[in-house]
Structures are given as structure tokens and as C-alpha cells.
């Protein structure tokens, strides 16, 4: 069965540091790769997604995510955070093409300090 | 950008009563919605997606008779909880594609279900 995997459940940073939160992936086929926050009392908000093309992707709010193919793996990360970036980060897949559901990894809760 | 609005955001019933949820998609058309379930701290597991003038299609340990899903419209899914238990109190997401070539979901604001 596909999974997806987020290897750090709860991350404290000080606010500049640099961030970089895992992602790994089980499915070998043809894959959709997407990273979602959720900020406290907020809806999950899209922050990037890779279908196909440069696997180094930008997003929202200076977040980028690289796709390595060879390690299953899509990295969120960003040079530094601030304290409004404290949420929780969901890792998220789909395969192949058409409307398919997402398989969301367990999360990591990212916790600024100022 | 995509909206998806639920409605309640909250809702607090006596056991063995009937909820239902709706989910719209605000300012497009959503042939496919999909509806999950989370868990305090814990991830988004897939409950059921739900298509447009056909039957839901559920996720393996979901009961279809209990958990109805409705999709009348390119606008409108339904989620209703039959004969409410305490353990079914949980925050009920729903998601719609955009409409892109390939999915990009947007997820409604959820709605938190507390069963008494």
C-alpha cells in the first residue's frame, strides 16, 4: 500500500534558522507530490505541488520543496523561518493522473520561536 | 483562488441523533469531492470520495450506512454521520479539485462533530 512518511513530528526552530522538514514516499509508479500548513484554527492551505518538469519547486511564502526521484523523497524547506510559520506541515500524495484522493503523512508540527 | 466553504464549522449532538455536513465549492464546479477525517493530532485518513449524480465510493473500514454521502450538485456534497456515537466525534475535512489537468485539492475550513 502507498504510504507517505514524515519523519519529524515536532520540530522547534528559533526564528532565521533554516528549515528543511522530510518527506519520503512508498509508491513507485508516477506520482503527485504536494505539501499543505495548517495554521492553528485554520483550514489546510496548498503551499507547493510537483507534477512533473524542474524537480526544485517553489511556493507560497518562501517555501521550496526538491523531488528526488531516486530517494523517494520531496524535502520542504526554507532558509528561514519566522514565527508566523509556526503550523503544522502535512506532506501529501497522489498517483498517476485523474482526481484522485491524497494520502497525507502523519505530519510535522513546526513550532517558531521568537 | 478555489474556495471550499463547510457548514457547521461545529456541531455538539446527543448520541444516537443524525448530523449532516455540507461542503460547497464556492466558486467552481468540483465533480469529485473528497471527505476525510482527523483525528486530534494526528493526519487526514480518507473517508470517502464522493462524485457528482453516482454513488460515494468509500474507503475500506468505512460504513457506508452510516456515514451517507450525497453529491447532488457540481457544487454540493453532503456528509451525514447516522446514529451519532461518542467515538465518531472528530473534525470532518472535505476537499474539491480545482479543476486543473492533474489534482490540486482545496479543503473546506472543516467542521469539529462532538457526539455526547
Known amino acids: 500500500a502507498q504510504s507517505v512518511s514524515q519523519h519529524n513530528h515536532h520540530v522547534i526552530l528559533s526564528e532565521a534558522a533554516s528549515l528543511e522538514l522530510g518527506c519520503n514516499y512508498s509508491?513507485?509508479?508516477?506520482?503527485?507530490l504536494f505539501w499543505y500548513v495548517q495554521y492553528p484554527g485554520q483550514h489546510l492551505q496548498l503551499l507547493l505541488k510537483?507534477?512533473?518538469?524542474?524537480?526544485l519547486v517553489k511556493g507560497i511564502k518562501g517555501f521550496e520543496a526538491e523531488f528526488i526521484k531516486s530517494k523517494f523523497s520531496f524535502n520542504l524547506r526554507k532558509p528561514s523561518v519566522q514565527w508566523s510559520d509556526t503550523a503544522e506541515y502535512f506532506c501529501a500524495v497522489t498517483r498517476g493522473t485523474g482526481r484522485r484522493a491524497l494520502t497525507f503523512g502523519s505530519g510535522t508540527r513546526l513550532q517558531v520561536q521568537p | 483562488g478555489a474556495v471550499v466553504s463547510q457548514h457547521p464549522s461545529r456541531v455538539i449532538c446527543k448520541s444516537g441523533t443524525s448530523v449532516k455536513i455540507e461542503c460547497r465549492s464556492l466558486d467552481f464546479q468540483a465533480t469529485t469531492m473528497f471527505w476525510y477525517r482527523q483525528f486530534p493530532k494526528q493526519s487526514l485518513m480518507l473517508m470517502a470520495t464522493?462524485?457528482?449524480?453516482?454513488?460515494?465510493?468509500?474507503e475500506q473500514g468505512v460504513e457506508k450506512d452510516k456515514f451517507l454521502i450525497n453529491h447532488a450538485s457540481l457544487t454540493l456534497s453532503t456528509l451525514t454521520v447516522t446514529s451519532a456515537h461518542p467515538e465518531d466525534s472528530s473534525f470532518y475535512i472535505c476537499?474539491?479539485?480545482?479543476?486543473?489537468?492533474?489534482?490540486?485539492?482545496?479543503f473546506g475550513p472543516g467542521t469539529r462533530l462532538t457526539v455526547l
Open positions: 510537483y507534477f512533473s518538469g524542474d524537480p
Open positions: 476537499s474539491a479539485n480545482s479543476g486543473g489537468p492533474v489534482d490540486t485539492q482545496y
Open positions: 509508491y513507485g509508479g508516477t506520482v503527485n
Open positions: 464522493s462524485n457528482e449524480g453516482s454513488k460515494a465510493t468509500y
